[in-house]
């Protein structure tokens, strides 16, 4: 199934506690001589959207159309949360500035992506009752707006009893459907919604019973669903997958086989691609596996991060580990220099229509110049208007899966444009490399590398080694015979 086919821009809103994730990264080389403690030498910082503006997004990453409605603090980590997600064209009129601080969790990130510490700045009080009514008002005004309406409770105070319900009131009056990964034990205040996903531990919370086997699990969520009359109950079970009741059998997805690095943020992920399926039309079932893919990939990222609809169409359409991980979309690649603050980024971009040595030996050098290659790949349209009718001879999907496979390459990013200026404007690179037949004062990019300190860097070819060449002998070939 490819999903980019299938999954269009619908209008999801987004209703929960939203916070800034910190990550601090650096070194422990000593202990502390004033107390038994270990000394963090920070290195490098990063702060992205956490708890339900993680999940806005990863929905903004599935090529949706979001909003977010919540409370915030009106202070540096608010105003830095609402920038961050404006920037991926997050709608954040319904922010409401009323808390005393937005909820800020700072984590301490050591060598091999050990966290060592984590530190939260939050106020948990509950919203009264005339937040409440602001927040319906606002709702209100807006709900025939959307398609689908998430919450993600994260148990800061947003989500109480009565404004949960009448979120889940006012969105059935109009005929949407709620989504609710919910916090606590409070099974009364989820009443209503179309699907509710506990994990293991939530749902032995809600229903009093265990829930460890499969077919514990089965029968706790259904009395769960029973118990807040929900259409559906998906109990999320870490490495073991995803149990969904409410068809006519229970359906056991089991979890994709993937190297975990960090779960942070696992759960937000699987919501904004089960909300982004269903909107568009997905079966549960179906919108399930979707979900349980991209939280799959979740779990391969260090720390909080927003899983791109390529990633996740690749990892469905069967393409190999090696091209799940390295495939960035434009969102993702947006976002690479920030996160690799101490790594030296190299670029370089081609059709590599017919790879071949020529090919493996400019990569191989590229890479050398710096601690990470990003590749950028002219899509197919893009080939063919630089090439002509007849090119190119593969697809992108599949010259993306043999670059992803070569070692050396860390990333691939697909682009549209005739050029990759654009891209390169978005992954300010250290080194551009291309080919030793361009003329400097040619090569696109150039400008904005050397304005950041950067180099290009021009690699000779190998001799009588083409894409063109290639089709050219084939076709002489044939036309001999």
Not at 55 to 77: H, K, M, P, R, T
Request: glycine share 8%; charged share 25%.
């Amino acid at each position: 199934m490819n999903l980019l086919n299938r999954i269009h821009k619908k209008s999801i809103l987004v209703i929960g506690d939203v916070m800034l994730d910190t990550y601090y990264t650096g070194e422990v080389r000593r202990i502390s001589p004033e107390a038994p403690v270990p000394v963090f030498r920070k290195l490098a910082e990063r702060s992205v959207p956490g708890g339900a503006a993680n999940v806005a997004a990863n929905l903004a990453a599935a090529n949706q159309s979001v909003s977010i409605l919540s409370v915030i603090g009106e202070d540096a980590a608010g105003a830095q949360l609402v920038t961050r997600l404006s920037r991926t064209g997050i709608d954040t009129a319904m922010l409401v500035p009323l808390k005393e601080c937005t909820t800020e969790k700072v984590r301490f990130i050591a060598e091999n992506n050990q966290q060592v510490m984590r530190l939260d700045n939050e106020v948990i009080d509950e919203i009264d009752n005339e937040t409440r009514d602001r927040l319906l008002g606002i709702l209100r005004e807006r709900v025939d707006a959307f398609d689908t309406i998430v919450i993600s409770d994260y148990g800061k105070g947003l989500l109480t009893e009565s404004f949960t319900q009448g979120v889940i009131r006012l969105a059935k009056k109009h005929g949407k459907r709620t989504l609710i990964d919910v916090k606590g034990n409070n099974a009364a205040k989820y009443a209503g919604a179309f699907l509710i996903k506990p994990n293991m531990s939530e749902l032995r919370d809600m229903t009093g019973l265990p829930a460890k086997t499969d077919e514990q699990i089965v029968s706790a969520s259904i009395v769960l669903q029973e118990t807040c009359d929900a259409q559906y109950i998906l109990t999320t079970c870490g490495g073991r997958g995803m149990v969904l009741v409410g068809g006519k059998q229970p359906v056991f997805v089991a979890a994709d086989d993937h190297e975990v690095f960090d779960v942070t943020g696992a759960g937000d992920t699987a919501l904004a691609y089960l909300a982004a399926a269903l909107a568009n039309g997905f079966s549960v079932r179906k919108a399930v596996e979707v979900s349980n893919h991209a939280a799959g990939l979740q779990v391969t990222k260090v720390g909080t991060a927003a899983i791109g609809l390529r990633e996740v169409s690749e990892a469905m359409s069967g393409a190999g580990e090696d091209m799940v991980n390295k495939m960035l979309d434009r969102r993702s690649a947006a976002r690479l220099r920030e996160l690799a603050t101490e790594k030296r980024i190299v670029f370089t971009n081609g059709c590599f229509d017919i790879l071949h040595v020529g090919h493996i030996r400019y990569l191989r050098q590229a890479a050398a110049l710096g601690d990470m290659l990003v590749v950028g790949l002219n899509s197919d349209a893009s080939v063919r208007r630089l090439k002509g009718e007849g090119r190119p001879v593969n697809s992108e999907n599949d010259r993306a899966e043999l670059l992803a496979s070569l070692e050396f390459v860390d990333y691939i990013v697909v682009f549209e444009e005739d050029t990759p200026y654009e891209l390169i404007k978005q992954i300010q690179p250290d080194v551009l490399v291309k080919g030793g037949d361009y003329a400097p004062e040619d090569v696109v990019g150039r400008d904005i590398v050397e304005a950041r300190g950067g180099k290009l860097v021009l690699i000779d070819f190998v001799e009588g080694k083409s894409t063109t060449g290639i089709i050219h002998r084939i076709r002489s070939g044939e036309e001999d015979e």
